[in-house]
């Protein structure tokens, strides 16, 4: 594999402490629906899905079928509770803003997420970080989401570059396997899930204090 000249950042669990409010949100909108969703089950099955890959396969699971209309509107139901709990929220890691403008002078960055733009745009804009990222690819904007490697092969198309001279930050096996896949190099992070949930990383790290230019060029 060739030198690593950018890098893609994942979103929720690497840059945003935000897996345990998008739980809290799918919780509120599925007990409305009578359905419970544990955190366990959520950390297991979910984690690495977008929005609707999840409920449509929590709905599956549980029986139900939810025309597009119902599920449109499920969606921009949990969409009005993630904002209002991330408006009075601090979400990003403490060590996010830092490692993000480091990491920026040194070599373009962009993000590949499952979470949807405007949520991304929304809490980049509070910590004054949008113009440090080249891109953003969100749910919905690629075939298909992670594990699926499309969107870590839009990221690298966005950095004109090849897949192999790009490297990944994740924080699950679902977004390990969707960099991998697509042929970057990927470090996994710790914030989520322990090193042993983290197969295939060529790299694991505790904090975003580690992930520097240094542990890069040693990939």
């Known amino acids: 594999m060739g030198q690593i000249r950018a890098i893609v950042f994942d979103f929720d669990g690497v840059l945003a402490n935000s897996e345990p409010l998008h739980l809290q949100s799918y919780q ?3 007990d409305e629906l009578g359905i419970p969703l544990g955190r366990d089950e959520y950390y297991s099955q ?6 609707v890959t999840a409920f449509r396969t929590i709905a599956a699971r549980h029986g139900r079928q939810w025309s597009d209309e ?5 969606l921009a139901r ?3 509770i993630f904002e209002d709990i991330v408006s009075s929220a601090d979400v990003l890691y403490p060590e996010a803003e ?5 990491l920026s002078e040194a070599m373009p960055i962009g ?12 809490i980049l804009q509070q910590a004054g970080l949008t113009d440090s990222f080249r891109f953003i690819v969100a749910a919905g904007e690629t075939p298909a989401s992670k594990p699926a490697p499309d969107p870590y092969r839009r990221a690298a198309e966005l950095h004109a570059l090849p897949p192999a001279e790009c490297v990944a930050i994740e924080d699950s096996r679902w977004g390990i396997e969707s960099a991998k896949t697509a042929g970057l190099h ?3 992070i710790t ?7 983290l197969p295939g990383a060529d790299a694991i790290i505790d904090s975003l204090d580690e992930f520097t230019v240094e542990l890069i060029a040693a990939l």
């Open 191 to 197: 914030q989520t899930y322990p090193p042993h949930g």
């Open 111 to 122: 993000i590949a997420s499952g979470a949807l733009r405007h949520e991304i745009v929304a």
């Open 28 to 30: 509120a909108v599925l």
């Open 70 to 74: 119902e599920l449109s509107r499920i």
């Open 186 to 188: 990927c470090v996994g």
């Open 78 to 80: 949990k969409t009005v």
């Open 46 to 51: 979910y984690l690495g899905f977008d929005d």
């Open 98 to 102: 830092a490692c993000v403008r480091r």
